[in-house]
């Protein structure tokens, strides 16, 4: 049996190929497509001698559960870092770092998005607990749009154990939580910061949250109680940046 992975969308497929293309082995298209993002990507399979093929959709809609918008490939399989790789991105980075920690979100469609967000927003890098979490899978990819072949997510065994790292190399852990009594726009993200977020309804756990040095909470002015993880993620990633771009250099 292969031990590869299928990996579907057009996004995601392009990603692989321009960013990491010795790990692709074979794209698939259907064969309608003769579009100019198709072009694009034939571009980069032929500049990294991948092999292409044609197939019908009905053969793509058994391999892969989702939107695969006739595009797929075969790829090794997919990365996760460890607690070692997140000491060396913090050894290599060059600005203030800004980290995304995400307790026990399980649903692949919340990490990809979340990876997508995070990467738009300049974060190093993704960091999830080893159990209790969704991992890169081809959802995961699909929703990230190609974000999940650049930003580094990583995966540790101890949360709390990372998180007294992470203060230890002089980040700030703000960490998410509805009862909190401060805003998010309250609080000070201009320096290195790791940002927490627990899963929609939960939220952190409450070690994850005794970590944290500050607790803020987003500003609700509706009748909902809580905003989607990946949604909140986007405001408080965003107004991290918004800060830092208005400090004087």
Known sequence: MSDLEKIYGVHAVEALLRHHPKRVKQVWLAESRQDPRIQALLALAA?????????????????????????????????????????????????VPLLLVLDGVTDPHNLGACLRTADAAGAL???????????LNATVRKVACGAAE??????????????????????????????????????????????????????????TREHCDYLVRLPMAGSVSSLNVSVAAGVCLFEAVRQRAGKPK
């Not at 058994?62 to 607690?83: K, R």
């Not at 890098?125 to 991992?135: H, L, R, Y």
């Not at 009862?179 to 070690?207: C, N, V």
């Open 125 to 135: 890098a993704v960091i999830v607990p080893k159990d209790k979490s969704a991992t």
């Open 150 to 207: 650049v930003i580094p997510l990583v995966a540790v065994t101890n949360l709390a154990r990372t998180l007294e790292k992470l203060q230890q190399r002089g980040l700030w852990l703000v960490g998410t939580a509805g009862e909190a009594d401060q805003e998010l726009y309250q609080q000070d993200m201009t320096g290195p910061t790791g940002l927490g977020m627990g899963a929609e309804g939960k939220g952190m756990r409450r070690l």
């Open 47 to 95: 500049e990294s001698r991948v092999s292409v093929g044609n197939c019908e959709r009905r053969e793509m809609d058994a391999w892969v559960e989702g939107v695969h918008q006739g595009v797929v490939a075969e790829v090794s399989p997919s990365q996760v870092w460890g607690e070692a790789m997140l000491e060396e991105l913090l050894d290599r980075s060059e600005g």
